[in-house]
């Protein structure tokens, strides 16, 4: 297609000869070659110049610990395919340049999440790619803790408010409930917000791409703890941990590679947050 033939071109007219690279897991789909990361490394550049698409991901952050604990945030979440969308709903961002040479790639890990005696959960850390930078989910409030934390996404409330997700990368953590039955808020998604803790308290949805050839969502925000006898929150589709209930049942993690957030916990460990990815692709 025309797109296609522009981004050929513009290949094998750079100055070092025909497009090649190396780094991460290397798959194709039809006329794409493409990069898969799950930890940090080197996407490294061994002839030509171009243009490339990308996806990174950050880390998602832990669920708060200890009594109705807000669920931790998925990480951001910025995506340059052709008509598909970055985090809070945003067009695709532009494709970035890379010639030859060393590309260093990070893969943000996911925070821990809070202790059951009542901590935030720890927020995820950045992933970044050729000056990219998608920032770390906001961790979960422990209930004693009030506030989520601010983040790619923002984490969910204990007996206050949600942390706030950062423009074109994610969505707000819900607001927890400060009253029976008490609720953790849900952490957000890259996609939704989390549900505060007065109706559901769920993680907020993640997002959909189709970069490596197969659509899969990713960026799920963690579902708020709640105290026993009442449903905790659902984990935000695309890989949020739910939230944990009663004495005995902790949050439950995020997804690795998926930057989804851990679930809040009620008298015990909130969940971790799942690490992030970054995915590059390039037409042959």
Do not use: C, W
């Amino acid at each position: 297609m025309p797109l296609g033939a522009n981004k050929v071109a513009l290949f094998a007219a750079s100055a070092g000869g025909e497009f090649a690279a190396t780094g991460g897991t290397e798959t194709t789909s039809g006329s794409y070659k493409i990069h898969t990361f799950t930890s940090t490394g080197n996407f490294i550049v061994t002839g030509g110049s171009g243009e490339v698409e990308y996806l990174i991901i950050a880390g998602g952050a832990g669920g708060g610990g200890g009594d109705a604990a807000g669920g931790g945030g998925a990480g951001g979440y910025r995506n340059s395919v052709p008509g598909e969308t970055s985090g809070g709903g945003a067009s695709a961002e532009s494709e970035t340049s890379v010639s030859v040479g060393t590309h260093v790639v990070t893969v943000g890990a996911g925070g821990s999440g809070g202790t059951s005696s009542g901590a935030k959960g720890i927020s995820g850390v950045d992933s970044s790619f050729n000056s990219i930078i998608s920032i770390g989910g906001g961790g979960g409030a422990a209930f004693s803790a009030g506030v989520g934390a601010n983040g790619g996404s923002g984490g969910g409330g204990g007996r206050s408010g949600g942390g706030a997700g950062t423009a074109s990368q994610g969505s707000d953590g819900g607001s927890g409930m400060n009253g029976s039955p008490y609720r953790g808020g849900g952490g957000g998604g890259v996609s939704t917000n989390g549900a505060s803790g007065s109706s559901s308290g769920n993680g907020g949805a993640g997002e959909s791409s189709s970069i490596t050839g197969s659509s899969i969502q990713r960026g799920g925000g963690g579902g708020g703890g709640v105290e026993e006898g009442s449903s905790y929150g659902s984990g935000g589709a695309g890989g949020g941990g739910r939230g944990g209930y009663g004495d005995g049942v902790s949050g439950v993690n995020g997804t690795v590679n998926t930057g989804s957030g851990g679930g809040g916990a009620d008298s015990r460990p909130g969940g971790n947050g799942g690490s992030g990815i970054v995915i590059i692709r390039y037409l042959t």
